[in-house]
């Protein structure tokens, strides 16, 4: 059994910032990749920020120069800072691992429960 939890979330003034945090724990053997989505009301569910393996992070365009995803291996978490936050940041935002449980499994995705960002104007 896997399980990804997030914390972090809250109220923020436009400008403010914050740090949403996603650990994994469970039956892990490898984590392939590590990222943030988040959905709006009435929008659909969008890629924030992945770390894919060793490789450079990915972001999307309307977060890039203000949001910056870490990853800690050793804890198997992810971390999402976000600064400058603009009313439009306003969302649910979801962490997503993609993992497997033994040498000979392919990935699964997992996702956590999510945590409210709200930026007020």
């Known amino acids: 059994q896997v399980q990804l939890v997030e914390s972090g979330g809250g109220l923020v003034q436009a400008g403010g910032s914050l740090r949403l945090s996603c650990a994994a724990s469970g039956s892990i053997f490898s984590i392939d990749a590590m990222g943030w989505y988040r959905q709006a009301p009435g929008k659909q569910r969008e890629l924030v920020a992945r770390?894919?393996?060793?490789?450079?992070?990915n972001y999307a365009d309307s977060v890039k120069g203000r949001f910056t995803i870490s990853r800690d291996n050793a804890k198997n978490t992810v971390y999402l800072h976000m600064n400058s936050l603009k009313p439009e940041d306003t969302a649910i935002y979801y962490c997503?691992?993609?993992?497997?449980?033994?040498?000979?499994?392919?990935?699964?995705?997992?996702w956590g429960q999510g945590t409210q960002v709200t930026v007020s104007s």
């Open positions: 997503k691992a993609d993992l497997r449980y033994s040498s000979m499994s392919y990935p699964r995705a997992y």
């Open positions: 770390i894919i393996g060793g490789g450079s992070p």
